[in-house]
């Protein structure tokens, strides 16, 4: 699934060649994916002219001088291609500009578009109760330490839970936690000061070091130009069960609610 690094280079992919651009053509070429598409999201935006486009958590956002800001989730296989030689089954929405073609690709059609009034983007259900981003000055150490105050879950389940940090995912969950030195299955609430702020370096850390790689490549993720991201290379731990970690310890892996787990015991205490 694309998480916070892939939806960043998105819109910075995206922002090239839409901000400031006008809409001439919306179409829909199915009525849903995950959930359906804005009924008058076509009367909406043809004409609109582009004023931003943005990031909250693993959201998309196009805004435009109408007032609205269109949101876009990848889902589990959702991108952009920008000027794609033809237009596919699985492309459901297109936009073109003067210049340029877009067409949202999405396989496997777990993502989604709505459209809201931009004054109200903050009560927008799915960004309601999110927490900072992970990238932002509200991120700091003490900020976390009381929300991790006498939680007796495991930290990386807290990373995860997007009241408590927005945007974050698995992959780079894993990969903060041994950049850090801290084992997934640690008690949230019984971690130190010190070690928290080697958490929230790292998970800056992390990524932006993603965001500069183009992201992870996973199955069909691509950029919007259609280059795959190369960060997946430089993984230290993830995917990477049976492998030395750069400590010298061996990865392991273990299964959490469903999701795997990658650490390595040598280094995360």
Same mark, same amino acid.
């Given at each position: 699934? /694309?998480?916070?690094? *892939? ?14 651009? +006008? ?6 070429? !199915? ?52 000027? /794609?030689?033809?237009?596919?089954? &699985?492309? &459901? ?15 496997? !059609?777990? @993502? ?6 931009? $004054? ?5 259900? &799915? ?16 900020? =976390? $330490?009381?929300? =991790? ?25 894993c990969e903060a936690l041994n950049i850090a030195g801290v084992a997934p299955t640690r008690e949230a609430g019984r971690i130190s000061k010190a070690r928290l702020v080697?958490?929230? *370096?790292?998970? !800056? *850390? ?5 965001? $500069? ?5 996973? +199955?069909?993720?691509?950029? /919007? ?22 400590? @010298?310890?061996?990865? !392991? ?17």
């Open positions: 699934m /694309p998480e916070l690094p *892939e939806v960043e280079t998105t819109v910075a992919g995206l922002r090239t060649v839409l901000d400031g651009a +006008r809409l001439t053509l919306v179409e829909t070429r !199915r009525a849903d994916m995950r959930f359906p598409f804005p009924p008058d999201l076509r009367q909406r935006l043809t004409g609109a002219t582009v004023t931003g486009l943005g990031r909250r958590a693993k959201y998309g956002l196009v805004e435009t001088d109408r007032g609205d800001t269109m949101i876009f989730h990848l889902g589990m296989s959702g991108r952009w291609r920008i000027d /794609p030689a033809e237009i596919g089954k &699985h492309d &459901h929405l297109l936009v073109e500009t003067a210049g340029h073609r877009l067409a949202l690709h999405d396989p496997r !059609r777990f @993502g989604f578009v709505h459209l809201v009034e931009s $004054a109200a983007l903050s009560g927008y259900r &799915h960004f309601a109760g999110l927490g900072p981003e992970p990238l932002g000055d509200e991120l700091t150490v003490d900020y =976390l $330490a009381k929300a =991790l105050e006498n939680r007796i879950a495991p930290i990386k389940a807290m990373l995860l839970d997007q009241r408590i940090i927005a945007g974050l995912g698995n992959i780079y969950v080697k958490l929230v *370096e790292a998970i !800056r *850390e992390v990524l932006r070091a993603a965001i $500069a790689a183009g992201g992870s490549t996973l +199955r069909d993720y691509a950029r /919007p130009d259609g280059e795959l991201g190369y960060f997946a290379k430089d993984w230290r731990v993830y995917g990477r069960e049976g492998e030395v970690c750069p400590c @010298g310890g061996i990865v !392991r892996r273990r299964v959490d609610s469903g999701r795997s787990t990658f650490y390595c015991p040598s280094c995360q205490k």
